[in-house]
């Protein structure tokens, strides 16, 4: 497991991430207006989700919070938000950014980000999950090398038929490559089509120390904003199988694996900023480990 240092007393780990981000390769899209591909989904009153042009700021208060979705569902892609999170006392605030298919029941796909809000000075916790088929319990848990509320990152999803990588800016924070085919039981969201969404909620039932630390409202309104509303996605409905063409960039090679320079990304993310990983809590699994842990 990771060290639960603060995030940014690492410059020996942070100076590997920043290379990986000046070098990966990864399409450049022109900036988009939200309508052009998005819609509200809730919190439409002019206040708590303020649309101008390519930003959107999202904003919590005792009465709400908000949210918006694609207008597409998509099979495969290559997606991203550029988000800067609440600042100060944030404690309770969940702050989102993710896939799911349709309908929400118990036999959805979805992969998350939540960022969950915090103290005053404590880092906020940047939690990512992956459902199969209506199962989740997949949780890691991660503090960033940098603080996510003084300016916008880019937090990216890499979803085709051979892997789900998820990034913050080029950096792998997370890898899940597509063993179905060897690896009996192996899970991985390779046949509904998802929405993306985003979304600003109170998580104060468990998000900040286990749910004991509640949102202040009188520290708020929280805001977020959200940019980057292009999209590169193979849009679907019903089955993703057609969204496996290798004539899609992000379905080409250099998008099959990660590289070497990413890997070694990717490990100084596990030991220096990772503080939770399900593969590695064998009591919440009847000392056992799910599958994909064994590939991972």
């Known amino acids: 497991m990771g060290s639960k240092a603060c995030p940014w007393l690492l410059p020996v780990a942070v100076a590997l991430l920043l290379a990986v981000a000046g070098s990966t390769p990864v399409a450049a899209a022109a900036e988009a207006a939200f309508d052009k591909n998005y819609v509200v989904q809730w919190g439409d009153d002019g206040y708590h989700l303020v649309i101008r042009g390519t930003e959107v700021n999202i904003t919590m208060d005792q009465s709400s919070g908000a949210g918006f979705r694609s207008k597409s569902m998509y099979g495969s892609g290559f997606f991203h938000m550029r988000m800067k999170l609440p600042s100060g006392y944030t404690a309770g605030v969940v702050t989102t950014f993710y896939l799911i298919s349709q309908p929400e029941d118990g036999s959805r796909d979805e992969v998350d980000f939540e960022f969950l809000g915090d103290k005053a000075g404590v880092p906020v916790t940047l939690q990512t999950n992956v ?67 985003a979304s600003m909620w109170d998580g104060s039932g468990w998000a900040t120390d286990g749910g004991r630390t509640k949102v202040d409202w009188s520290k708020g309104p929280f805001t977020a904003g959200y940019r980057g509303f292009d999209v590169s996605g193979c849009a679907a409905n019903g089955s993703a199988t057609p969204c496996g063409s ?50 991972a």
């Open 131 to 197: 459902f199969v088929n209506g199962r989740g319990d997949r949780e890691q848990r991660l503090h960033l090398w940098f603080d996510p509320a003084a300016d916008f990152h880019d937090y990216k999803i890499l979803w085709n038929p051979y892997q789900l990588v998820m990034f913050v800016d080029d950096t792998p924070i997370r890898v899940l490559r597509n063993l179905t085919a060897t690896v009996p039981g192996y899970p991985f969201p390779a046949k509904q089509t998802m929405l993306i969404r």
């Open 246 to 295: 290798p004539d899609l960039w992000w379905n080409g090679g250099e998008y099959r694996n990660i590289t070497a320079e990413q890997r070694a990304a990717y490990e100084e993310v596990k030991k220096h900023y990772m503080n939770y990983d399900y593969c590695g809590d064998k009591a919440r699994f009847n000392n056992s480990v799910p599958v994909e842990c064994n590939y």
